[in-house]
C-alpha cells in the first residue's frame, strides 16, 4: 500500500467524522464522546489498511475488507449488522425478534448521524432519500428500532407520501449545505 492511500483514507475519514459530528449535533441525543469517537476502530490495524487498500487503492485484498468490515461492525454499535444474530438467537425472555435486538436509542441516532455524513462526503447532499430508498427496505431492524427510526426520520423532514417505505424530504432547507 502507498504512502498516498494512507494519506487519503486518512483525510477522507476526518471529513466522515467531521461530517458526521456535524450531523449527529443535527439529530440530537447522542452523548459528544460518543460523536468525537464515531468510527475509532477505522484506525485500528485490522481495519485501516484495508479500508485505505478498498477506498483508495486497486480493491485487490476483497477477503481482507471482508475481515475489516466485521470487525468494523462487531466493535461498532451504530450498524443495525451489530444487533443482529446471525443464526436468529434468541434466549427465552429475551426481546429478540428472530434474531434481532432492539438499538439503543443513542446508537440509532448514530447510525442516522453516519448516514447523513456520508451523503453529505459521497453526493455533496445532506439528503439522503435515495440512499434509504435504495436500502431501508433490505435492514433487519427489531420492530421498535423500526418504530424508533421512523420517527427520528421524521422528525428530520423525511417522509413516505403514500404509505410506502419509500421517502421524501420535505424541506431541507434549515440544516446547512456542504461547505
Given at each position: 500500500m502507498s504512502t498516498t492511500e494512507i494519506k487519503?483514507?486518512?483525510?477522507?475519514?476526518?471529513?466522515h467524522k467531521k461530517y458526521v459530528l456535524e450531523a449527529g449535533l443535527l439529530v440530537g441525543g447522542i452523548p459528544e464522546e460518543q460523536l468525537f469517537n464515531h468510527d475509532a476502530s477505522k484506525f485500528m490495524e485490522a481495519e485501516y489498511p484495508h479500508y485505505a487498500r478498498q477506498f483508495h487503492g486497486d480493491r485487490g485484498d476483497p477477503h481482507g475488507f471482508a475481515l475489516a468490515w466485521l470487525h468494523h461492525i462487531h466493535h461498532n454499535p451504530h450498524h443495525w449488522q451489530h444487533w443482529v444474530f446471525p443464526d436468529g438467537y434468541a434466549s427465552a425472555g429475551s426481546r429478540s425478534e428472530g434474531g434481532v435486538m432492539p438499538m439503543p436509542e443513542r446508537y440509532l441516532r448514530e447510525m442516522v448521524a453516519d448516514w447523513l455524513g456520508a451523503s453529505l462526503a459521497y453526493t455533496g447532499s445532506w439528503d439522503m432519500s435515495p440512499w434509504l430508498n435504495r436500502h431501508l427496505a433490505e435492514m433487519k431492524l427489531h420492530s421498535e428500532t423500526r418504530t424508533m427510526l421512523a420517527?427520528?426520520?421524521?422528525s428530520l423532514g423525511y417522509r413516505s407520501a403514500d404509505g410506502s417505505p419509500h421517502l421524501t424530504l420535505l424541506d431541507w432547507s434549515k440544516y446547512?449545505?456542504?461547505?
Open positions: 487519503a483514507f486518512f483525510e477522507s475519514l476526518h471529513q420517527e427520528v426520520l421524521a446547512p449545505e456542504h461547505r
